[in-house]
């Protein structure tokens, strides 16, 4: 099915799909290195507001995905690719900000109250009911985040370049992962927000 009111780009299509992938790997890359490297902070800068914007940034996203769903059911292509653009954006935006802060700060535990970045065996005890929730939510976000990168590009490169059967099919599985990583990412920072410093 055509949608002439949507401009696409078939003959970038070869082009896009290179990016994809080479955004997809950087961005891994970047993930990857943040874990072992820390850069220091100029004097004066305080990055401590970070979490709070992630948090609320993938709850936008999460807004903007849900937008996406109700226009498309209503055969609003251009809304649906506006929310669809809109939650891209926010997604970029939390990267950015995901990476700069957790380039620059110490991670933070879960039931690490006294914010010496190890956890007792009375900080443990404390939270020992609730921990292995906290981390399946948190594994299962990290992990699907990282596995979906790739495929939320595809599913938008394929509605770019007009083969909207392929998006529709993609999107049946990406679009719900995806909503699962943006409503987790509140949730995780909630969880953990008593832990900052």
Wanted: glycine share 6%; net charge positive.
């Amino acid at each position: 099915m055509a949608y002439p009111q949507l401009k696409t780009y078939p003959e970038k299509e070869r082009g896009l799909k290179i990016l994809v992938w080479v955004v997809s790997v950087v961005v891994l890359l970047l993930v990857g290195a943040m874990r072992q490297y820390k850069l220091p902070v100029p004097d004066g800068w305080d990055v401590g507001f970070l979490p709070a914007v992630n948090a609320t940034l993938n709850a936008l996203t999460a807004v903007a995905l849900i937008c996406s769903l109700y226009f498309i059911k209503q055969k609003n292509v251009t809304a649906h690719r506006n929310a669809n653009a809109t939650a891209l954006g926010l997604s970029v935006l939390f990267l950015l900000c995901y990476v700069v802060y957790h380039f620059t700060t110490a991670e933070v535990k879960f039931g690490d109250a006294n914010h010496d970045g190890l956890l007792s065996a009375a900080e443990t005890a404390a939270v020992a009911g609730i921990r292995p929730v906290y981390l399946t939510i948190l594994f299962s976000h990290i992990i699907l985040a990282g596995i979906l990168l790739p495929f939320i590009l595809l599913t938008t490169l394929r509605a770019l370049v007009g083969k909207y059967e392929l998006h529709r099919k993609m999107a049946r599985i990406v679009w719900p992962l995806w909503l699962y990583v943006a409503v987790t990412g509140p949730i995780v920072y909630l969880m953990l927000r008593v832990y900052y410093p």
